[in-house]
């Protein structure tokens, strides 16, 4: 099984600020198969990009992402208030079929 | 706008059956180009991915290997819907379960709608 670990495990930063969000896989991961996904409080995930530099429908270009191989980053360009939530990547690879998360970087406000 | 709406109890009793639907509106769930999924997610275990049902001229699933043995994803055309069973439940599988609707947008596969999610607690 591929196992993305995520760092920081909790970032806090100023409004404006840059966030810098790292995804590492323990073997290399197609970048057609790397997602981040943006998680609130009592709410289901939702994805932010996928091909690890796509951005999905409705995602502000404040996002970003990019990466290749084992090592991926979502950058979060001028921070504001409604950022604040998990942030997680997840990758999948068939075969064998297989879908792994990370375990989450909590990104806050000061 | 697809829409997955989750139905099924909230406390389980173990090793008794785990047993929640995942109700389809926008699409169908034979659609070919899509796979429908169930991932739980709990404070220990984090996000994890349980499987998923898909048409491809024929049905096929895929399921985790941690579940393999007590899993089953079941479609229904007629209601539209797919279920999640999981079977000989233990506290360990108490977990907010989501369905989830797997996508291929440009060669790039990703989770683009979900279901509101259901905390199920294993508890006798």
């Known amino acids: 099984e591929i196992v993305l670990t995520q760092s920081p495990g909790t970032l806090s930063l100023s409004p404006g600020e840059r966030a810098t969000l790292s995804c590492r896989a323990s073997?290399?991961?197609?970048?057609?198969?790397l997602a981040w996904y943006q998680q609130k409080p009592g709410q289901p995930p939702r994805v932010l990009m996928y091909g690890a530099s796509s951005r999905a429908t409705g995602i502000p270009d404040r996002f970003s992402g990019s990466g290749s191989g084992t090592e991926f980053t979502l950058t979060v360009g001028r921070l504001e208030p409604e950022d604040v939530a998990l942030y997680y990547c997840?990758?999948?690879?068939?075969?064998?079929?297989?879908?792994?998360f990370g375990q989450g970087t909590r990104l806050e406000i000061k | 706008q697809v829409q997955l709406q989750q139905s099924g109890p909230g406390l389980v009793k173990p090793s008794q059956t785990l047993s929640l639907t995942c109700a389809i509106s926008g699409d169908s769930v034979s659609s070919n180009s899509v796979a429908w999924n169930w991932i739980r997610q709990s404070p220990s275990r984090g996000l994890e991915w349980l499987g998923r049902?898909?048409?491809?001229?024929?049905?096929?699933?895929d399921y985790a290997l941690s579940v393999r043995s007590r899993v089953i994803i079941t479609p229904d055309t007629s209601k539209n819907q797919f279920s999640l069973q999981l079977n000989s439940v233990t506290p360990e599988d108490t977990a907010v379960y989501y369905c989830?609707?797997?996508?291929?947008?440009?060669?790039?596969?990703?989770?683009?709608?979900w279901g509101q999610g259901t905390l199920v607690t294993v508890s006798s």
């Open positions: 073997q290399s991961v197609s970048s057609s198969e």
């Open positions: 997840q990758q999948s690879r068939n075969p064998p079929p297989e879908v792994t």
């Open positions: 049902t898909y048409y491809r001229s024929k049905w096929y699933n």
């Open positions: 989830a609707r797997w996508v291929v947008v440009a060669g790039s596969r990703h989770f683009d709608y």
